[in-house]
C-alpha cells in the first residue's frame, strides 16, 4: 500500500499518543498534548449514514479515540423517511432519528454536529474547522451529496420559496412551509421527486412535476417502464410535465411562477429535486484524485488516492466516493443508503485491522409513490449498448396472488440480456414496477446478476407459491419466455 505522509501503521497496531482537541492558530503546528493512555485517533468527517456507521463499527471492534464531525444539525437519522413524514404516514422528522446523540455519547463516540470542516492537511495529519484543528492517525472522508441547482446565477442563497431535500434540517424547513401551502411545484423526475409529489398531493396540496427529461426515471428507466410511473402519479392527482427544462426562477420569491416552454404555473413553494453531486471539495483541495465519474477515487479497501499512490490512513466512503460497476467494470456513483452503509463495515474493518474489500456494484435500488412500488438493479438498455453489446430484452405484465384471492396488484417486469444464445446471454439489467412483491424479486435478481445467471438458468428457475403471495406461475417467468421469443426472432431476422 502507498504512502501514509510519513506515519508507518505496524499491522495497524502502532500506539499512538492522543493529541487533545488545539484551538486553531494560524501558521502554527498544533503543539502534541500526550496522555498516559495511547489510543489511536480516527476523525470521520461527515455524520451521515457512511460516517456514523463507520464510527459505531469502529467502536465495536477498538477502543480508538473516534471523533465525527458534522456540518448538520443531526446525526444517525434516515433520510429516506423523509417524503414519507411529508406525506404524514409517519408521525414527525424526530421519529427519523434511528439513534438520539446520547447514544453515541453513551459509546464514547464524540459527535461534533454544527462544525463544518474546512480544510485537511494531509501533510500535518490534521483537520481544519473554523474553530478547532483535529489531528488524526486515520482519517474517514464521508461527505455525502450537494444538491445540483439548475441555475444561470452564481449566488449560493436560494430565492425565498423555494427549497431542496437533502438532509433532515431541510425536511423539516419544507415541512414547516407546506403548512400553509396550497400548490407546489416540483422540479425534477427522479426517486425523490416522485416520492414527494405522491406524498403531497396524498395529503391534498395540489402538486405539479416538472422534468426537463422526455420521461420520468430517464436514468433508471425505459420509456415504457417510466409511462407506468407516471399514470399511477396522475391517478393520485400529480400533473405531470414531461421535456420541458427549467432553470431555477431567481425571482420565485416575488411572482411565485415558474415558466416551462409554452406556458406558466403558479405555485406557493417549489422544491428543487434535480439531483445531487458529491461533496468532494475538501478531499480535492487536499490533494486526492477525483475519478471521472466525479467522486473521490478509492480502492476496493476504501483507501484514497493521491498521485499515484493510496493513503493507508485515509478512507473515503458513501456518496463521495466512487463505486466499480459490476457490469460494465467503469467507475460511477451509487447514490444509495444500501451503498453508504456496506461501505462504512469495510471501511470500520479495515481502520480495526480486519482487511475488507469493497467489490463492483450491481445498485438494486426501489422506491415507493402511493401504492406504486417501483425499482431496478443492473443496467439499463441505453447503458448495456453503450458497451457495444446488443441487448435483448423480455416484458411480462402479471398479477401478485392467485386469481381468486382478494387485492391482487398488477406487476410489470422487464428484463434485459446481453445477446448471445440461450445459455450464453446473461442477465444485465432489471425494472419493475407493481403493488407489491417488488423489493424481494429485485434482490433475487440482484444476485443473478452477480451470479452471471444467463437466460437458460433463469428458464429453469424453480419459484415457490402460496396464492395470497403469488401466481402458481410467477410473473418473472413469462418475462423470461418474452426474452427468448425475442432472441429467437432476433436471430432469424
Ligand atoms: C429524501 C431522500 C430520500 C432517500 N431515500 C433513499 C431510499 O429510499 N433508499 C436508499 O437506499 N437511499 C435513499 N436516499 C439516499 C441515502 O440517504 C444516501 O445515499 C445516504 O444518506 C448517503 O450517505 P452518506 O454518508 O454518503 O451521505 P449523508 O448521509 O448525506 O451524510 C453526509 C454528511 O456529511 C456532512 N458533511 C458534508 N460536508 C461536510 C464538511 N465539510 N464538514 C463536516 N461535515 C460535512 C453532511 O452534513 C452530512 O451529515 C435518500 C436520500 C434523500 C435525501
Known sequence: MGSDFGVKDAAGKVMQTVAEVQEEVPGKAPTQVRTEKELT????????????????????????????????????????????????????????????????????????????????????????????????????????????????????????????????????????????????CIVGGGIIGIECASALTKRGIKTILITR???????????????????????????????????????????????????????????LATGIKPEVCLASEAGLDIGKAGGIVVNEMLQVKAGEEFLSNVYAGGECAEVTDLLTGESRLSQLGTTARRMADVIGNNI???????????????????DLHFGGVGLTPEQVKRQGIKVINGFSRGRTRASYYPDRKDIYIKLFFKDGDLAEAQLAGAQLAGGEGIKERIDALSLAIR??????????????????????????????KAAVRNMRETKTE
Not at 451529496?145 to 423539516?172: M, V
Not at 480495526?352 to 402511493?370: I, N, Q, R
Not at 452471471?452 to 418473472?476: F, G, H, Q, R
Open 41 to 184: 485517533r480516527v476523525v470521520i468527517i461527515g455524520g451521515g449514514a457512511c460516517g456514523m456507521a463507520a464510527a459505531t463499527k469502529i467502536r465495536r471492534q477498538s477502543d480508538f479515540k473516534i471523533t465525527v464531525l458534522s456540518s448538520d444539525s443531526h446525526t444517525a437519522y434516515s433520510h429516506c423517511g423523509i417524503p414519507f413524514v411529508l406525506g404524514r404516514e409517519i408521525e414527525n422528522f424526530e421519529k427519523l432519528i434511528v439513534k438520539p446523540p446520547g447514544f453515541f455519547r453513551g459509546k464514547n463516540i464524540d459527535a461534533k454536529l454544527n462544525e463544518k470542516v474546512r480544510s485537511i492537511n494531509l501533510a500535518r495529519k490534521v483537520v481544519l474547522t473554523g474553530r478547532r484543528t483535529y489531528p488524526y492517525d486515520k482519517l474517514v472522508i464521508a461527505t455525502g451529496s450537494l444538491p445540483f441547482i439548475p441555475r444561470k446565477s452564481e449566488a449560493n442563497i436560494l430565492p425565498y420559496g423555494s427549497f431542496t431535500l437533502r438532509s433532515l434540517a431541510d425536511g423539516k424547513l419544507f415541512g414547516k412551509a407546506l403548512e400553509t401551502a396550497q400548490t407546489v
Open 451 to 480: 451470479k452471471k445467471t444467463t437466460i437458460k438458468d433463469l428458464l429453469n428457475l424453480e419459484t415457490c407459491y402460496a396464492p395470497p403471495v403469488s401466481m402458481l406461475v410467477d410473473p418473472l417467468i413469462p418475462a423470461v
Open 213 to 271: 427529461s422526455k420521461d420520468l426515471l430517464s436514468s433508471q428507466f425505459d420509456s415504457d417502464m417510466a409511462a407506468i410511473v407516471r399514470a399511477h402519479l396522475e391517478t393520485l392527482g400529480v400533473e405531470v410535465i414531461t421535456g420541458e427544462p427549467l432553470f431555477l426562477p431567481e425571482n420565485f420569491w416575488k411572482e411565485k411562477t415558474v415558466y416551462v416552454k409554452d406556458r406558466h404555473f403558479t405555485a406557493d413553494l417549489m422544491l
Open 352 to 370: 480495526t485491522g480486519k482487511y475488507s474489500t469493497f467489490g463492483p456494484l450491481a445498485d438494486p435500488w426501489v422506491a415507493v409513490a402511493g
